[in-house]
């Protein structure tokens, strides 16, 4: 069973950001990687009104600091009624490179649905690797174009790792043992 490593995150997080209204058709926080590493699951605290609770997501590269193609996809589902942290896969795994703008961007499946991604509308703490994003599509003054939101919204993006021994152990018959150790006071 894989374990997965926090990389990256923001959790300053106290309001609500909608996706699925009206003109806004994805919502997105980009967010700076910290460090080379393998991006392999995503968490978001969301809330649903409805059992109408699972949306899709994608990984986006950036240009200028705005989402611009995506690069892995997947699919999450929001609590119904509440905010909760909750967790998705990517489809398959994403090599992340230190100092490189990416962004997570929810957006509405083919069946009616409206989820709300936590935000910092309340607090205003910024997060300083990136920004909040609103797609909006046909509305009548800005067209369909990404528009800065002035939020930040809570993420954790994680790498796994795994804690059996590789097969390069075991062709060596090297025997790989973890060793816990601790202090009691």
């Known amino acids: 069973m894989p374990s997965y490593l926090i990389e990256d995150q923001f959790t300053g997080t106290s309001g609500g950001a909608g996706v699925g209204g009206g003109f806004i058709q994805k919502v997105a926080q980009t967010f700076t990687a910290s460090s080379d590493y393998t991006m ?3 968490g978001l605290k969301l809330k649903a009104f409805d059992e109408n609770n699972t949306i899709n997501g994608a990984i986006y590269s950036t240009s200028a600091g705005v989402p611009n193609a995506s690069l892995r996809t997947f699919i999450i589902e929001a609590t119904v009624g509440s905010f909760d942290t909750t967790y998705a896969l990517l489809n398959s795994s ?4 230190e100092g490189a703008v990416y962004a997570v961007v929810l957006f509405v499946p ?3 649905t409206f989820i709300f991604w936590n935000d910092n509308i309340v607090t205003g703490t ?6 909040g ?3 909006v599509v046909n509305d009548p003054t800005y067209g369909t174009t990404w528009l ?7 993420f954790i993006i994680f790498s796994e790792y795994s804690l059996s021994p590789t ?19």
Do not use: C, K, M, T
């Open 40 to 42: 392999a699951r995503v």
């Open 94 to 97: 994403l090599e992340l490179s």
């Open 110 to 112: 083919g069946s009616p």
């Open 126 to 131: 910024p997060y300083a690797g990136g920004q």
């Open 133 to 135: 994003y609103w797609y």
């Open 148 to 154: 800065v939101a002035n939020q930040d919204r809570h």
């Open 167 to 185: 097969p390069s152990h075991e062709a060596i018959d090297i025997l790989v043992f973890p060793v816990l150790s601790w202090v009691v006071d």
